[in-house]
């Protein structure tokens, strides 16, 4: 999705803008890592990510997270990494892309999602892989972060367009 794009929406018939994507391209603790680091202990792809450190090895699968926003059309989407135990990653991989049963798995989030407070770093959600090829959409679970408030009750279209620009801020200080 582009930012700014202009379609004709399926919701209400009208043209207006989409919001775009908040896609995180890395686990956090991939981007904390050094450019060798990178290419000795590490390996990524769009859906993988381990990271083989002396005393353990982590594994991050790509998912998905939706909030509702509840005065727009549209919900904001976004692409986030989350650590699952080595039992969950293998079997997620072996069965990926292939229809899978559908699958609840354990995780943690481990993506800094700009504009909140308390960090979303190892926040325990629910992974519920989904067929057809779509990446693994995740339910935050932990009652006292206000992720998990938003995710229940939904924000606003104001509230949704700050995450985005702040998003697209620190997006830019990283490069
Ligand atoms: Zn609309």
């Not at 680091?37 to 590490?42: D, N, R």
Request: glycine letters at 4%; hydrophobic letters at 35%.
């Amino acid at each position: 999705m582009n930012k700014g794009a202009k379609h004709k929406c399926e919701h209400c018939g009208e043209s207006h803008d989409e919001l775009p994507a908040l896609a995180f391209n890395t686990p956090f603790y991939f981007a904390e890592l050094t450019a060798a680091e990178k290419e000795t202990i590490a390996e990524i792809s769009n859906d993988f990510c381990i990271i083989r450190h002396a005393d353990q090895t982590d594994r991050f699968i790509r998912t998905v997270m939706t909030v509702q926003i509840n005065d727009a059309c549209e919900d904001l989407d976004y692409g986030i990494w989350v650590s699952v135990s080595e039992k969950t990653f293998n079997e997620y991989k072996a069965n990926f892309k292939k229809v899978p049963k559908e699958t609840t798995y354990f995780g943690m989030i481990c993506n800094e999602i700009p504009d909140y407070e308390a960090s979303t770093l190892g926040l325990y959600v629910n992974v519920n892989t989904q067929n057809g090829g779509i990446r693994p959409e995740i339910i935050p679970h932990q009652k006292d972060h206000q992720l998990v408030r938003d995710w229940e009750d939904g924000i606003t279209i104001e509230e949704a367009v700050n995450r985005v620009d702040k998003m697209t801020d620190a997006i830019k200080n990283k490069e």
